[in-house]
């Protein structure tokens, strides 16, 4: 039987999540939090990824169906962008999936809202899919996985494509300029 005082409680081993640090004397609520507030991101981004990778083959609108879920996903990276660029695509990060998925969802609602003919708004949300896809780039840069640096290179050009039909429709000839560039 174990008595009181039998068993130290000086340190209690706790399995955190790889995104969270836990300095020595902070405070361990905290740490739970931060913990919580990224598992609730990258929930949107299951979601999202969940209708964007699988469900749209089945649906016959594609990814109209699942715009509901791109733009949440959009928002969410809008209100929480520290926790989204400063944990889940943190440069340092050794897995860069969060960042292609995202880039691929962004990219999907981009084209949604240029061919829905919602440019301001497409225009808009092309910052936040070129942030993403710019740190995608940093992650994959020098990382030797052949099919990683694929994946990076034709996502790059579907965005450099989409960037080039927004500048044409936008009458913004420096944009599509730059992204007819950037393609060839």
Known sequence: MVESGDISTDRILFAC???VDIAPGADFQSAIDEAKLIADRRMVLQQAHLRFSTLSRVSYNSGLDFERYYRDLYEDIQKYHDVWFDKLFNVDNPNPTHAEF????LGTLCTI???RGDLEECAEIMKTYMAVLKRYQQQTEGCGVAAQVDCCEGLTFRANLI????GVQLGDKEMAMT??????
């Open 179 to 184: 992204a007819f560039h950037d393609v060839v």
């Open 163 to 166: 960037r080039c039909n927004l």
């Open 17 to 19: 999540p790889q995104d």
């Open 113 to 115: 809202l240029r061919q």
């Open 102 to 105: 995202t880039t691929g969802i």
